[in-house]
């Protein structure tokens, strides 16, 4: 995979400090919480057979539920994510 130049200038557009791009609420941070999230609502999507916003096979009896708060810690602190859930 390869990500073009001008989708990193747009996740770029507006760092004009270090802090912007590593620090606390930087760029690097959003980028893991919304890859982390991706990934969780990739999982449940092929765990229930459907994808979010869209109608449930009639056989699924299972269903999406909302989703929870979660704090990850990790080496770069803690990362708060929204981990989706299912009915059961």
């Known amino acids: 995979m390869t990500i073009s130049k001008e989708l990193l200038d747009e996740l770029l557009k507006g760092c004009e400090r270090p802090e912007d791009l590593l620090g606390n609420n930087g760029l690097m941070k959003e ?28 056989d699924q009896v299972n269903r999406r539920n909302g989703s929870s708060a979660k704090r990850l810690k ?3 602190g803690e990362l708060p994510i929204a981990v989706p859930r299912d009915r059961d």
Do not use: C, F, N, V
């Open 31 to 58: 980028l893991k919480i919304k890859l982390m999230e991706r990934m969780l609502g990739a999982e449940l999507t092929a765990h229930l057979g459907y994808e979010d916003g869209k109608e449930a096979p009639p």
């Open 74 to 76: 990790g080496q770069d």
